[in-house]
Each structure stands twice: as structure tokens, then as C-alpha cells.
């Protein structure tokens, strides 16, 4: 059995046991479905879906919380029992850090509630993609280095994203935004090929003056291959990259131009099945 058909009856499995059964899950019925340890499981986990196992698990269980407050009158500490947190208190601040809300304040308000969605692991992705020629682009934001050696920077991306939200950087860049539409960037630029570090930035449109401790960065007018991903962040621009690798780029085979690749975020709710994240490519067209 392929392993997308493996995590689609896991997670599966995940989804009866939260919904129906209303337990937790067993690592080590799991570890058996996918015919290997639950630690070697997570890793696989974790590289195909984009999030950690944990994590996919969490979002699930606070979504359907969402749910029920929003549909039944269940008392808020019976649903923090049903979905495996030991105290109302443990609950209200993990509901409050996935939606943005208390629980009572999500039962009592018309606000809307993040969602993290079903995967659906077998269903094939298409993706659209076009050539797009676009002016030159001032972006300001934060930078940081990241080793390449065994794929670390798999791991010290996403935890430069957390913590430019922890710190406030992530806000500051959000007012200092004038791009139309406006969006976040993750830029992959220089690569040292003798340290094999890389330079990665969150970046946004701006013509305002970088603040202390923030960078600048003037990209050329360039033509871009432009590849829309649609659904949940980061998983759909996971699949986006995976398609790149393996399909586009045998089969279009442009030149690259030297400008550094880029990642979109547009603005809005991440978790939104129509959420829309791009992948940007610089080519060199051909006379």
C-alpha cells in the first residue's frame, strides 16, 4: 500500500475516533496501520502534510470544538472533556490561541472560527499556473540564515515564522504592507553552496523606511512562473513545491533567472479551504 493511501486511513481512523467514538487516538494502532514506528510515522507525517502530527491532531479536535459550541448546548467544560483537555482553563487557552476567542465568547458573539480541515491525502491537487511580468518590487522585512544540512531548514523556517509572530514583527510588517493586494512573502535568496546556508526573509510591498533591525530588498523587473495554491496553509504550498519538483519542472524546463524564488500569503484566514497562497519562480524568457 502507497503512502498517501496509508495517511488517508489513518487519518481516517482520526476522524472516527474524535467524532464517533469521541477517544483518543492509539499511537500504537497507528504505528501498525502505517507499518512502522509511530516516530519514523511523525517524520513521514510531518514532510508530506507540512504541520506535525501533533499539531494536525490539536487543530482538529479545537475545529470541532468550534463546532459544537456553535450548534449545541453542551457546557464549555464537557467539551473540553470530550476532546481530551484535563481543565476548562488548559482548553479556553488553546481554543483561544487556534481561533482568536474564548469559547464563551465564541458561543455568545457572531465571530467567525478558524477551521482545519479534513485532509483529504489520495485527492490530486491541480494547480494553476501562468507567466506573469512584473515591475520591480521594493520589499522590507526580516531576514535570518538557515542551514540546508539534513533539511534543518525544513524545521527553522517555520519556527522563524512563530517567532516573527511572537515578537510583534509579524504585526509591524503587516501595518507597514502597501502591496495590491496585500500579502506576506517568504523569499529564498542567496544559497551559500560552501557553508549550505541559506537566506530566507518574511518580507511585505513597501515604501516606507525599514525599521531597526529590519531589512531591504529591490528585486528587477523579471517574468515570473506564477503558481496559485488553493486550500489550507502550509499544506496546499507544500503540495504546490511537491508538483513543481516532480511535474512542472521536467516538463518546463525554462531557464532560471537570478532573482531569488518566492513564496505569497495572501491576506486572510489560513485555514479557509479557498485560502490562496502563490509560488513565484523567476525565468529567464527565451528570444
Same mark, same amino acid.
Given at each position: 500500500?502507497?503512502?498517501?493511501?496509508?495517511?488517508?486511513?489513518?487519518?481516517?481512523?482520526?476522524?472516527?475516533?474524535?467524532?464517533r467514538k469521541?477517544?483518543?487516538?492509539?499511537?500504537?494502532?497507528?504505528?501498525? @496501520?502505517? %507499518?512502522? !514506528? $509511530?516516530?519514523?510515522?511523525?517524520?513521514?507525517?510531518?514532510? @508530506?502534510? %507540512?504541520? !506535525? $502530527?501533533?499539531?494536525?491532531?490539536?487543530?482538529?479536535k479545537l475545529t470541532l470544538a468550534g463546532y459544537d459550541l456553535k450548534s449545541?448546548?453542551?457546557?464549555?467544560?464537557?467539551?473540553?472533556?470530550?476532546?481530551?483537555?484535563?481543565?476548562?482553563?488548559?482548553?479556553?487557552?488553546?481554543?483561544?490561541?487556534?481561533?482568536?476567542?474564548?469559547?464563551?465568547?465564541?458561543?455568545e458573539k457572531n465571530v467567525e472560527l478558524a477551521v482545519m480541515p479534513k485532509m483529504q491525502v489520495a485527492e490530486k491537487q491541480k494547480f494553476l499556473w501562468r507567466l506573469e511580468r512584473k515591475p520591480s518590487l521594493r520589499l522590507i522585512g526580516k531576514s535570518i540564515k538557515v542551514s540546508c544540512v539534513n533539511n534543518e531548514h525544513y524545521q527553522k523556517v517555520p519556527e522563524f515564522w512563530c517567532d516573527c509572530q511572537k515578537n510583534g514583527s509579524y504585526a509591524k510588517l503587516v501595518s507597514l504592507d502597501r502591496g495590491n493586494p496585500k500579502g506576506m512573502f517568504g523569499v529564498f535568496d542567496y544559497y551559500d553552496e560552501n557553508c549550505k546556508e541559506l537566506e530566507y526573509s518574511i518580507m511585505v510591498i513597501s515604501d516606507e523606511e525599514p525599521p531597526d533591525g529590519f531589512t531591504e530588498i529591490v528585486l528587477p523587473e523579471t517574468t515570473w512562473a506564477v503558481f496559485d495554491c488553493v486550500g489550507v496553509a502550509p499544506q496546499s504550498i507544500h503540495q504546490g513545491w511537491k508538483y513543481l519538483n516532480e511535474e512542472w519542472l521536467v516538463s518546463y524546463p525554462f531557464k532560471h533567472a537570478p532573482c531569488p524564488e518566492l513564496e505569497w500569503y495572501s491576506d486572510g484566514n489560513s485555514y479557509d479551504t479557498n485560502y490562496l497562497s502563490q509560488i513565484w519562480i523567476p525565468i529567464i524568457e527565451e528570444v
Open positions: 500500500m502507497e503512502w498517501n493511501e496509508k495517511l488517508q486511513k489513518i487519518i481516517d481512523y482520526i476522524e472516527n475516533h474524535l467524532q469521541e477517544e483518543a487516538v492509539d499511537n500504537e494502532e497507528i504505528a501498525k @496501520m502505517a %507499518g512502522c !514506528s $509511530f516516530d519514523f510515522f511523525q517524520k513521514v507525517f510531518s514532510y @508530506m502534510i %507540512g504541520i !506535525s $502530527f501533533a499539531e494536525y491532531v490539536r487543530s482538529r449545541t448546548d453542551l457546557r464549555i467544560v464537557d467539551i473540553s472533556y470530550k476532546y481530551g483537555y484535563n481543565s476548562p482553563t488548559s482548553f479556553t487557552k488553546a481554543f483561544q490561541q487556534f481561533h482568536g476567542v474564548t469559547p464563551k465568547e465564541a458561543r
